[in-house]
């Protein structure tokens, strides 16, 4: 009996000595990763790649939760709290950002008549490339799903970064293997809002790999024009001029924060914006996620379709992570929206 106790102490003592272990390599690891971040705020960079790289540690306390539960290291209640617990946080770090879904959606772009032939657009937002997410894995399984669609050409309703490292235009090389048109917008976390000042290293980045900055441009498409407008925060949603454009064809707008819709005005057709930078909360919880949510959308945009006075709006719940690295009941979600 005593050799059994001996035993499960010493194993208790291992995983105690591989926490220390795990809990000193996430600190080296976020020390360094901070000194190649972009960031006008180190500590600040600092401690949410230490949480990061702590959350590594979730991995042997499951275990260590399964184990205790079996040798009595814990009580029954004690178990059964730290193993769920444990389950929950580790299928929301490690499972769930990683899985990509593709959801299908359509919209009659223009109610006068159908088009010629559908449009599929994929919308894609808020990758984050930086302290948490958008990391060549998960770069290169949104690269393939979007090739998989074979899209008509493809939006990303800005937000591409979230203090990333310095070898930018290196991380976004994946992109140019993406087989269609990629336009673009910048969100929040790219104008310094917050963040760093990195305007120049993401319009370098993107330039050299294919992707379309189209701020206050205009793409013509057969049925349709699509226009870029800058971002909410940034003080750049600027859609005065659109009432002086041609107005033969109905409107697509792209811009990162769903609150610019009510900054569309009044024009013949009823236009569709394509944005992002809600998350969709980012972790589903009652109540919480609610509160929360009323912070970071005024107009009470979560995602999908919302009707406005003067344009409909469509929010993606997006790729990445901000705050804290999980996610959890929202999935990162590229979404095909067929204009017909």
């Not at 970064?161 to 992109?175: D, G, H, K, M, S």
């Not at 226009?227 to 033969?248: C, T, Y």
């Amino acid at each position: 009996m005593s050799s059994a106790l001996l035993n499960s102490d010493i194993v208790i003592l291992v995983f105690y000595l591989l926490f220390a272990v795990l809990a000193l390599w996430a600190l080296i690891q976020a020390w360094i990763h901070q000194a190649r971040t972009e960031t006008i705020h180190p500590f600040k960079a600092f401690v949410h790649l230490l949480a990061f790289y702590l959350s590594y540690l979730l991995v042997p306390l499951w275990f260590f939760s399964l184990y205790a539960g079996w040798s009595g290291y814990y009580t029954p209640h004690q178990t059964i709290f730290v193993f769920l617990l444990s389950s929950v946080l580790v299928y929301a770090r490690f499972i769930e950002p990683h899985q990509i879904h593709v959801k299908y959606h359509q919209y009659r772009l223009n109610p006068q008549r159908e088009f010629t032939k559908p449009v599929k657009v994929a919308l894609v937002a808020d990758m984050h490339v930086g302290l948490f997410s958008g990391h060549e894995r998960q770069l290169k399984t949104i690269v393939k799903k979007l090739n998989q669609e074979q899209p008509d050409f493809v939006v990303v309703a800005g937000d591409w970064t979230y203090e990333p490292e310095n070898r930018l235009v290196q991380e976004l090389a994946v992109l140019r293997e993406i087989q269609m048109p990629v336009y673009s917008v910048s969100g929040n976390h790219d104008e310094q809002y917050p963040g760093p000042p990195i305007q120049e290293l993401l319009a370098k980045a993107l330039s050299e790999n294919n992707v379309m900055d189209i701020e206050g441009k205009i793409i013509e498409f057969d049925e349709f024009r699509l226009v870029g407008i800058g971002d909410l925060w940034a003080g750049k949603a600027n859609m005065r001029f659109l009432p002086e454009l041609p107005q033969d064809k109905p409107w697509l707008i792209l811009s990162h924060n769903p609150d610019t819709v009510d900054m569309v005005p009044e024009l013949p057709s009823h236009p569709l914006m394509l944005s992002g930078h809600t998350h969709g909360g980012q972790i589903e919880l009652p109540w919480v996620t609610s509160y929360i949510m009323k912070r970071v959308s005024i107009l009470g945009h979560k995602k999908g379709f919302y009707s406005h006075e003067h344009a409909d709006v469509f929010v993606t719940v997006g790729t990445g992570m901000v705050g804290v690295p999980f996610r959890f009941r929202v999935p990162p979600t590229i979404d095909i929206i067929e204009l017909c």
